[in-house]
């Protein structure tokens, strides 16, 4: 009986192997690293999220506030409405939520309940203010230089008051914003870093169109005011990056992955792609928007605004001049989804396991020791 079923049974289809299949077999270094984020990092759902419109600092350059796709939106949500939205975006799909704004430590509360419906998500966050040591979420800390530095872009303090509030501290990440004037802080910033047993990443400073629209006009026009994101910018001090910069930023941070790979998380895969002083994304000149933007063409993507509105036309920051657009988030999401573009060559396969690997490093906590 046995033997006629499997007589009568279609054989088996014999799968062919595929380079992927390859590649693994013959790197089990390669082969642990994919199957580890197929184990723990399946099906990442990312949504942004305005939480707040208020911050404790005007950094010079901010896309938040120089913007008008992102301040201009009220922000007086309860908490039981709050409530209801973060449960329509739980059944919407999301699995990993980012809270930025403005300041979302100001609005610890709406923290909190989000965590009840999400475990994993990040927060962008100055790291002037403690974020609940209970809030599960990941916190990339922003960077902007040392003392000296942040007194003249962000107006007080904030590294410091950033290693005092988050020394050691597994789900805090210190993100270094990079800009034509900090390059030279780069070093000793990674020394800091590693002292106080933090890790940190790097952003590119990419302006916002209004930024590069007053930089036209400074001297004219410019504010005084401490509350001003544009206090002393102008078209020939600022914080734009030049090719040149580029160029010494790649190996400068060439330098620091080796020196202190533990500290440093960052790909030089990654460093390479994002350093290429040809502009990153296809843009349509007639609207001035990335037609290629990874993260503007997600179906599921939506960047809310306070008010819980959302546009399908904008990204997570929607502000920014995507000609010159550097930004973290877009540029890894880029080389994330070409999956298939870098399965030519195990070398290719490899770069591409290192900047996802590198991504699980900065949204995952402990993900060095899973
Ligand atoms: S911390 Fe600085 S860059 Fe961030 S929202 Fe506040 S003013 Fe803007
Ligand atoms: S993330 Fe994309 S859409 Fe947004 S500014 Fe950058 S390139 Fe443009």
């Not at 350059?61 to 120089?66: I, K, N, V």
């Not at 739980?90 to 909190?112: I, K, N, S, W």
């Not at 990654?270 to 001035?288: A, F, H, L, M, S």
Request: hydrophobic share 30%; proline share 4%.
């Amino acid at each position: 009986m046995n033997i006629r079923v499997e007589e009568r049974a279609a054989p088996a289809p014999v799968r062919r192997k595929t380079r992927l299949d390859r590649y693994l077999e013959e790197s089990p270094e390669l082969a642990a690293t994919y199957f580890k984020i197929r184990k723990h990092a399946p099906k990442i759902v990312i949504s942004g999220y305005d939480i707040t419109k208020r911050c404790n600092l005007r950094c010079e350059g901010c896309f938040f506030f120089e913007g008008d796709l992102s301040s201009i939106y009220s922000d007086g949500h309860t908490i039981e409405e709050y409530q209801t939205f973060f449960k329509n975006e739980q059944d919407r799909g999301v699995t990993y939520p980012h809270f930025a704004g403005a300041e979302p430590a100001l609005v610890q509360d709406r923290l909190r309940l989000a965590n009840q419906f999400w475990k994993n998500g990040l927060i962008y966050t100055n790291g002037t203010i403690k974020i609940d040591p209970e809030i599960t979420f990941m916190l990339h800390v922003s960077l902007w230089g040392d003392e000296e530095t942040d007194k003249l872009y962000r107006g007080a303090p904030v590294f410091k008051r950033g290693v005092q509030n988050y020394a050691g501290e597994s789900r805090a990440i210190f993100m270094y914003t990079i800009n034509h004037q900090n390059i030279g802080f780069i070093k000793d910033l990674v020394k800091l870093c590693r002292e106080n047993g933090n890790r940190i990443s790097f952003n590119h400073y990419s302006p916002s169109r209004q930024y590069n629209a007053k930089l036209q006009t400074a001297g004219a026009d410019k504010l005084h005011d401490k509350r001003s994101t544009f206090r002393f910018s102008t078209a020939d001090n600022n914080l734009r990056l030049t090719p040149d910069d580029l160029h010494n930023i790649r190996d400068t941070l060439d330098d620091a992955i080796e020196q202190y790979p533990e500290t440093v998380v960052y790909s030089h895969y990654y460093n390479e792609w994002i350093n290429d002083p040809k502009g990153r994304y296809e843009v349509n000149d007639k609207t001035g928007w990335a037609t290629n933007c990874v993260i503007l063409n997600k179906p599921y993507h939506r960047q809310y605004h306070t008010d819980f509105s959302y546009s399908d036309a904008e990204c997570c920051v929607a502000n920014i001049d995507c000609y010159s657009c550097r930004h973290y988030v877009a540029g890894y999401t880029m080389i994330m989804d070409k999956f298939y573009q870098h399965l030519e060559s195990k070398e290719d396969f490899a770069n591409w396991l290192d900047v996802y690997d590198t991504w699980c490093r900065l949204h995952f906590r402990d993900w060095d020791r899973i």
